[in-house]
């Protein structure tokens, strides 16, 4: 498996973007994306020159769609176009239906920003009856987010739906309408592999998306591991707890790499991290590591836990944030 850096929320002029899909994908490679998800609104268009300007830039492309309503926005990665236009706020399920029969995968975008009258449909609003249904939330938006207010409630939301037992992954959007030199940077959700990455595929990337293999980042990857009775999981993993009954504790490991764009490396301050522990049972432990480090291990008792992520802390731009969070290992009876 190899952790690839993507951006999965764009938009083109066949919808309100600025950069046409080539432009885009010329940046993303300057920034050190390795792959996008187009989803304009309402709209595939944008995808019929999508394997030429792979070809030229190096960038993969995921198909996809954000579904802009009255409601809500949600987004669809990996399959054509699926209709939405008949779908209220109390039947939503009827439209993540047509994309699961498809294979794709959906996802809130946005779910506390605000709505009318800024910006109609924005906020979410639909009912949703059954959260093993949603496949992802957008908990980071927009450019540097870990200082936008809405993201807060977003990934706080998340958190409650993982302590009631619901998988849904954690992903980043910077909602790529334009940029220039000057904008932000953007946060890296940085997706597990599986398989041949030299011709990545739009199957690659959603069955990353689905089962959890995320992480997600202002610069430097975080990767987790769990030794459990001779065995290893790690991020998007389910660990049962007959397979660890003969120990009294897991051994969690937690590597940091840094990625060698020198605006990122200016940005994130190496020296002076923290990992934060995690889990449905509130914070399991907290460690500053010695500068420089980039291996972390801490001994876990594993009853009673539902879930572990790890969140990374330190200097942004200046500021104490968080950095990077990793998406979740489970564990089930």
Known sequence: MKWLPFELHTHTPHS???HTLLEMCRKAAELGFRGIA???????????????????TGVAIIPGLEWTTFYGHMLTLGVP???WRDLGPKDIHKGID?????????????????????????HW??????WNQVDYMEVWHETLPPMRNHNAPAFEQWTNLLNQGYRIAGTAGRDWHHSNDESDPPAYTYLGIVGDTDALT????????????ICISMGPLVTIELQADGQSYHTGDVIRRSDCANVETVELTVRIDHPSIASRRQMVQEEGLTVIVESNLGECCRSALADGATVFQHSIRPEKLLWLRVRLYGMLSGVLSTIAFTNPIYFED
């Open 16 to 18: 309100d973007g600025i």
């Open 38 to 56: 187009l989803t304009d609104h309402n709209t595939t268009s944008g995808m019929a020159d999508a394997a030429q300007v792979t070809e030229e």
């Open 81 to 83: 176009y699926c209709e």
């Open 98 to 122: 047509r994309v699961h029969r498809q294979g794709g995968v959906v996802g809130i975008a946005h779910p506390f920003s605000l709505g009318s009258p800024i910006c109609t449909g924005c």
């Open 125 to 130: 609003e639909y009912e949703i009856q059954d």
């Open 202 to 213: 739009k199957e690659q990337a959603v069955d990353a998306i689905r089962t959890g293999r």
